[in-house]
């Protein structure tokens, strides 16, 4: 008999929730195959049978808080595939007859299940489609959720209409809550929208969080992209975005004001010298952070790329821990849904976020005299007051201002 135990998952984890077991009691797993499908407060993850042999208990159910070290399931080496759990002691033999026994059928085993991301199982048993009838797309066979989301739009098979009687007596009465008067829906928060909750109200609570904000006339960076964007697309294959000049942009500021690129622990002050840059990505559970890491080495190129392959992970429910850990200054960007200006809330333990917005094109004053309309976005500083001061605060924003209404200094300052 092996136990299967919830392994450690990362540092800052040390519980999830079952998701959905991706076997069944009687399954014949091999060393590798994975089992069960667990969310956390980050990402999900697809936990592997670290032993061969047949799945004879499942100690939790799906819905269920499990903890590091928690024994989830038992495999037992030498069973038969499609055995049952270790029997109780027998009772005493009653009287035998000639009728053959009925066995229960085994469950589908690990061959016949459809080979699907996490995602995918996810969206499927939130629209209630069973895998079996989605179709691939995936040349190796893997269901991924645009799979999922294309077997939706086929038309439905139209049944045979039902003839019921209608009875006044039997027809259900309309749910009221009890805290209400009127029609309500209670919906249980996901751990990870549960987390998020948390930790920003921690925030809060925590950091003396100030705001200071500033205004980027975008023409330069548009003017740029527009004339280079082309011959960028052709050369990396990648598109030439905002995002790969306001990282630069802020790697170098935070060189000029290290201590925006650090951390409280205790007492003491964590100046980092490294430039893990997270991008705040809108995923469908809810907000996530993955990381660009060694920004400072890398050129617009390969930001854009970074980028672009995180946000694809983030909207397919893809993102691994490696990819959320060990931020050093965040970069959020409420433009993209319209946001005009906004205050945006530290990624503890982060003492420093940026927060970019939407380009509206404005009056602006060139001299005394004359005014002129251009693409100006407003952009926002939260700092935890703990560690950096005002003037600091404003002095790094200016200094991002200054570097992206210049782009060209990025090639020499970033």
């Not at 008999?1 to 079952?18: D, H, N």
């Not at 269920?64 to 005493?92: L, M, S, W």
């Not at 079996?132 to 995936?138: A, C, F, G, I, L």
């Not at 982060?350 to 407003?378: C, S």
Request: net charge negative; aromatic share 4%; proline share 6%.
């Amino acid at each position: 008999m092996i136990e299967i135990k919830v392994p450690e998952l990362a540092e800052s984890i040390s519980e999830g929730t079952i998701s959905q077991w991706l076997i069944n009691i009687g399954d014949k797993v091999t060393k590798g195959n994975s089992i069960v499908e667990l969310e956390t407060d980050k990402v999900n993850i697809e936990l592997n049978a670290e032993d061969s042999g047949v799945i004879t208990k499942l100690l939790k159910e799906p819905g269920d808080t499990v903890e590091v070290g928690d024994v989830i399931a038992i495999i037992e080496e030498n069973a038969a595939e499609g055995a049952a759990p270790a029997a109780a002691p027998e009772k005493p033999a009653q009287e035998t007859t000639n009728q053959p026994i009925s066995q229960p059928e085994p469950e589908l085993s690990i061959a016949a299940r459809p080979i699907a991301s996490p995602a995918a199982r996810k969206l499927a048993r939130e629209l209630g489609i069973d895998l079996h009838q989605v179709n691939s797309s995936d040349p190796l066979g893997r269901i991924r959720p645009d799979d999922v989301k294309a077997h939706t739009q086929k038309p439905a098979v139209p049944e045979a209409p039902k003839v019921e009687k209608a009875s006044p007596k039997t027809a259900p009465a309309q749910q009221i809550d009890v805290e209400f008067d009127k029609p309500v829906e209670r919906v249980k928060m996901s751990r990870r929208r549960q987390t998020i909750a948390k930790r920003l109200v921690e925030v809060q609570h925590t950091a003396a969080m100030l705001t200071t904000f500033n205004e980027v006339d975008m023409s330069a960076i548009m003017d740029l992209r527009n004339k280079r964007k082309d011959a960028f697309l052709a050369k990396h294959g990648v598109r030439l975005g905002f995002m790969s000049f306001f990282t630069k942009a802020v790697v170098s500021a935070l060189k000029q004001f290290p201590l925006l690129n650090a951390e409280i622990q205790g007492d003491e002050l964590i100046l980092k010298k490294f430039y893990d840059i997270g991008i705040a990505v809108a995923a469908p559970e809810g907000l996530v952070v993955p990381v660009v890491r060694n920004a400072n080495q890398k050129n617009f190129a390969e930001i854009e790329q970074e980028i672009s392959t995180l946000g694809k992970k983030a909207r397919d429910n893809a993102l691994t821990l490696n990819d959320l850990q060990g931020g050093t200054f965040t970069i959020t960007n409420g433009g993209v849904f319209g946001s005009l200006m906004s205050t945006p809330i530290l990624n503890s333990p982060q003492v420093g976020i940026l927060g970019m917005h939407k380009i509206q094109t404005r009056p602006v004053a060139i001299d005394a005299e004359r005014m002129e309309n251009r693409p100006m976005m407003y952009i926002a500083l939260s700092y935890d007051h703990r560690i950096v001061d005002g003037k600091e605060a404003v002095s790094f924003l200016a200094a991002v201002k200054e570097l992206l209404e210049d782009p060209h200094s990025l090639l020499l300052e970033g």
